[in-house]
């Protein structure tokens, strides 16, 4: 029992989705919730409930999304990784497809009751997309040159756009009614597109390290990576590009920070996100061999991590 229990908690993915709750409670407690004049108690209330459905909605969606991903990628993961296969070795493959479908669908019904209880009816239209744009990533994006990454990085992303728009609108409760200040939600739009911009980049930059460290196996069945199309060495530009675009982006808010009188945040930034970036980048140059592309991978991880912990400080 312990064994199935483990292997499904690996099979979900337990540290993404732990990153995705992190993430989705941060931005909404230290940022959305303040410039809208929303209170951020952690509570059971008229306001907490929708936002309690917005996180368990965008876990169950995710964790259906790596089911699925595991699903159709048995044969390239048996080449790529074959200690990390859980369907078909300790999960059967209709147990995975029941899960997939089960979570998937318990996300949209909870999605569905966010959008009734704020009235933005795009979360639950977008989250429809989310769960399509995962199957058909599965089944064909992910083999394309560039598709499958921007699809993902697009998905980081909306882990945090999701807040902004749960954020928008007036709640209407019972007597419960909450006007915004048109300048506090210009501020909300610009922490929004920092840190949505922020995890479409890293997440693009991870995607292309993954591909990279993926090579062997997707190859054999028939994938158009970007490192099997336009080669290793152009791959390595791409992603290097997109890392001085990341830390340049970081310089100008460090800078920004400064003219604030806030050298504590433009400090903390450089140190655990511009710099492990500046790293990350000459460890890439030197890589050759999936161990030292995965070793990248987790080192994105950390800094993605690190940029999270950096709305405790605003």
């Not at 008229?46 to 699925?68: E, N, R």
């Not at 000459?282 to 991590?305: G, R, V």
Request: aromatic share 14%.
């Amino acid at each position: 029992m312990m064994q199935l229990l483990r292997a499904f908690l690996k099979l979900i993915r337990w540290p993404n989705l732990f990153f995705i709750a992190l993430t989705q409670y941060l931005f909404y407690t230290q940022i959305g919730s303040k410039f809208t004049n929303l209170h951020a108690v952690f509570i059971f209330s008229a306001v907490q409930l929708p936002f309690i459905l917005l996180v368990i909605a965008s876990l169950l969606i995710a964790a259906g999304g790596y089911i699925i991903n595991d699903y159709f990628d048995l044969y390239i993961d048996g080449v790529n990784k074959p200690q990390s296969l859980v369907i078909d070795k300790i999960i059967k493959r209709r147990w995975g497809i029941f899960w997939h479908l089960f979570f998937s669908i318990a996300g949209l019904i909870c999605s569905a009751f966010v959008s009734y209880f704020t009235h933005q009816w795009l979360i639950v239209i977008i989250n429809c997309i989310t769960v399509l744009l995962l199957w058909f990533y599965s089944t064909h994006f992910k083999k394309k040159l560039l598709l499958g990454n921007v699809v993902v990085s697009f998905l980081t992303a909306w882990v945090i756009l999701v807040i902004y728009l749960f954020c928008l609108p007036p709640f209407k409760m019972g007597q419960l009614l909450i006007q915004n200040n048109e300048i506090n939600l210009s501020k909300l739009y610009k922490f929004t597109v920092v840190y949505a911009g922020f995890a479409f980049i890293i997440s693009l930059i991870r995607e292309v390290i993954k591909d990279l460290e993926d090579m062997q196996g997707d190859a054999q069945f028939g994938c158009r990576t970007m490192p099997i199309v336009w080669g290793v060495p152009a791959t390595k530009v791409f992603a290097g590009v997109w890392i001085v675009v990341a830390v340049m982006g970081l310089l100008i808010i460090q800078l920004y920070s400064l003219q604030l009188g806030n050298p504590v945040i433009a400090g903390l930034s450089f140190s655990f996100i511009s710099l492990p970036l500046l790293i990350l980048l000459k460890k890439l140059k030197e890589a050759s061999l999936p161990n030292q592309y995965h070793k990248i991978s987790s080192l994105l991880k950390l800094i993605m991590l690190a940029g999270i912990l950096s709305m405790v400080f605003l």
